[in-house]
């Protein structure tokens, strides 16, 4: 792709319907400035209409739904101020994280732990080398394409579904997912596709969890958010 091509996917605006769904209905929940500002203080207000469009775009459109998704991500982006993963990990964060690759038989870092430390390119290229569509260690397939978005979008494989249902090339322009439209499209459309409005409908707030952390990391945190979110959108908050 030449360089003008690469400008044009970057600010190209996103199809306004997703070729897996049908358009979305009017939707029935839609943050107020003072909702948004009240769930997500330290986040840049601009934020809030992509974030409305793409939750009537992807059927979360009840205070349930709603209540279940802004609680999720903004947990996992640290109340939307955070679109790209930290990997500045120590030693120690690398074996707690990922114990059955950085973490000796003593239950202290290895020695590949203790190299990478504090080298978050570096972690990256590692820890996801081989994996997701991605490339080996040297081809920085797993930096380049490390978590973006408001739901932490991983791999060439995720960034390609993602851009495949969206009519957008975030292959070759991954850095599209930092800005806020698509940051909340890439969540949106993670969310839709694990069947997460139906396990928000059941109240099956842990089970979203495990979806999309493959286990409970941040459930306290997470379930804050929730409360605080289902007092907000009732008009309790």
């Known amino acids: 792709m030449s360089f003008l091509q690469a400008l044009a996917v970057l600010f190209r605006k996103p199809d306004p319907t997703p070729s897996i769904m049908e358009e979305a209905a009017p939707v ?26 793409v939750m009537a775009r992807y059927k979360i459109d009840s205070p349930v739904r709603a209540a279940a998704f802004l609680a999720q991500i903004g947990h996992e982006s640290a109340g939307l101020t955070l679109v790209v993963e930290n990997l500045n990990y120590s030693a120690e964060g690398l074996a707690a994280t990922w114990p ?10 290895n020695a590949l732990a203790q190299n990478l430390a504090r080298k978050p390119e570096a972690i990256a290229n590692n820890t996801y080398a081989n994996r997701i569509g991605n490339g080996d260690e040297a081809s920085g397939d797993g930096w380049k394409f490390r978590g973006r978005g408001f739901m932490q979008t991983t791999g060439r494989a995720n960034y390609a579904k993602l851009g495949a249902a969206v009519g957008t090339n975030f292959t070759a322009v991954p850095e599209l997912l930092e800005q806020p439209e698509y940051a909340a499209i890439s969540a949106a459309f993670f969310w839709h596709s694990n069947g997460l409005n139906e396990l928000a409908d059941a109240g099956e707030f842990d089970q979203i969890t495990r979806k999309i952390n493959g286990g409970t990391h941040g459930t ?12 907000v959108l009732n008009g309790n908050g």
């Open 28 to 53: 029935a929940v839609s943050l107020t400035e003072k909702q948004f500002s009240t769930l997500f203080p330290k986040a840049n207000p601009m934020i809030r209409a992509p974030l409305n469009r």
């Open 100 to 109: 059955s690759r950085y973490r000796g038989t003593s239950g202290a870092p």
């Open 220 to 231: 306290a945190d997470r379930r804050l958010r929730w409360e605080k979110a289902k007092q």
